[in-house]
């Protein structure tokens, strides 16, 4: 069992940056693959970025829409995942979402039903 509780959201302007985190519970969270997702107003839930438990040496995945913006990292002593964003634009408004699942393949990275638990979220707000 893996609980999660996001923080670090706000409201910033557009090309501020802002660092969200993700606070685990569990021993085994190295070994886990956590994602971040987003979902705005009237819109589906969207995948992020994610990066892979030790099994698949931490790699990390992102949607092209944050590729070059945002950045995820995690740090396992902490039990942390952090997802740092940098230039956000109007469009990054949202709730943020992070996620913890086991292996999976990378065609199954962006998708919700890959993971198993969920945090609650946090508003992200970007003004123009």
């Known amino acids: 069992q893996v609980q999660l509780v996001e923080s670090g959201g706000g409201l910033v302007q557009a090309g501020s940056s802002l660092r969200l985190s993700c606070a685990a519970s569990?021993?085994?969270?190295?070994?886990?693959?956590v994602g971040w997702f987003r979902q705005a107003p009237g819109k589906e839930r969207e995948f992020v970025a994610r990066?892979?438990?030790?099994?698949?040496?931490?790699?990390?995945y992102y949607a092209d829409s944050v590729k070059g913006r945002f950045t995820i990292s995690r740090d396992n002593a902490k039990n942390t995942v952090y997802l740092q964003m940098n230039s956000l634009k109007p469009e990054d408004t949202a709730v943020y979402y992070c996620?913890?699942?086991?292996?999976?393949?990378?065609?199954?990275?962006?998708?919700?039903?890959?993971?198993?638990?969920w945090g609650q979220g946090t508003q992200v707000t970007v003004s123009s």
């Open positions: 569990g021993r085994t969270f190295s070994s886990y693959a």
């Open positions: 996620a913890a699942g086991g292996a999976m393949t990378t065609r199954d990275v962006p998708y919700s039903k890959s993971y198993d638990y």
């Open positions: 990066i892979s438990g030790a099994w698949a040496g931490y790699n990390t």
